[in-house]
């Protein structure tokens, strides 16, 4: 079956309307109402002409090549984007994914923007740490945010003299260029705001503004606030220690 363009649909609507004016006057007339028929037929005139003169101005809109062109440009644009945006999911954007060891090496190198955050599952800090993390995953599309189980990587924590948790590093085309460590940056307390974190990686350059429709989350950072709210604040998080101080060892 042939799809109905813009233009054919338009034709029929315009078809439809005459018709209806035509069909309506000539029953008025059937039934005798001559005097308001008389009286109504100016009007049905009228009616009749500004929709032929608007149905034509529409159809010459819609033929107009330059507007075409433009439509045209427009859908490809948006097409192309669509599709960058499905390959940049399956490779990760979009949302904090965990990486072993031998993962992280080709993440960090085959993305112009990461952010990697070093953790242990045992430290409230870096949960904290992720759920922010995760919000600005989903705002910040073409940057890529990961998570490493730092017990799990002693490689990269001693290449990298990883020694505080949470430890959040900024890769640029493969190379670390900055770090955000513990919780002193945002203020020392657990129950900071996302744009603390928001606005430390758009300082240090490893995220970039976003397009305008795309924003946080109201809902779940408020979600997230609310729990923090209720936390202990603790004084920080310790790899290797009894207490939650900021030693990673």
Avoid at 58 to 82: G, N, T, W
Wanted: proline share 3%; hydrophobic share 35%.
């Amino acid at each position: 079956m042939t799809m109905m363009t813009t233009m054919d649909a338009m034709r029929v609507c315009a078809f439809v309307s005459r018709a209806f004016v035509r069909e309506w006057h000539s029953r008025t007339r059937s039934n005798g109402a001559t005097t308001h028929s008389c009286q109504s037929r100016p009007n049905v005139d009228r009616l009749t002409e500004r929709l032929t003169e608007r149905t034509d101005d529409d159809f010459r809109c819609v033929q107009d090549p330059d507007l075409e062109a433009i439509h045209a440009e427009r859908m490809q644009s948006l097409k192309e984007a669509a599709e960058k945006r499905m390959t940049m999911e399956r490779k990760g954007h979009g949302s904090l994914n965990e990486v072993e060891e031998k993962e992280f090496l080709p993440e960090v190198t085959t993305t112009a923007y990461v952010v990697a955050h070093f953790y242990h599952h045992e430290f409230e800090r870096c949960r904290i740490m992720d759920k922010h993390l995760a919000l600005l995953a989903k705002k910040y599309f073409d940057t890529k945010f990961i998570k490493v189980s730092a017990p799990d990587a002693p490689f990269f924590v001693t290449k990298l003299q990883i020694q505080v948790l949470p430890c959040v590093l900024f890769f640029r085309d493969g190379v670390c260029f900055d770090r955000l460590v513990g919780f002193e940056d945002v203020g020392g307390k657990d129950d900071y705001r996302t744009e603390k974190l928001e606005n430390i990686l758009l300082k240090a350059g490893v995220i970039a503004l976003p397009e305008k429709h795309e924003s946080d989350s109201e809902d779940e950072e408020e979600e997230f606030r609310r729990e923090a709210m209720s936390r202990v604040i603790r004084g920080g998080v310790a790899y290797g220690s009894d207490d939650e101080s900021s030693d990673f060892e």
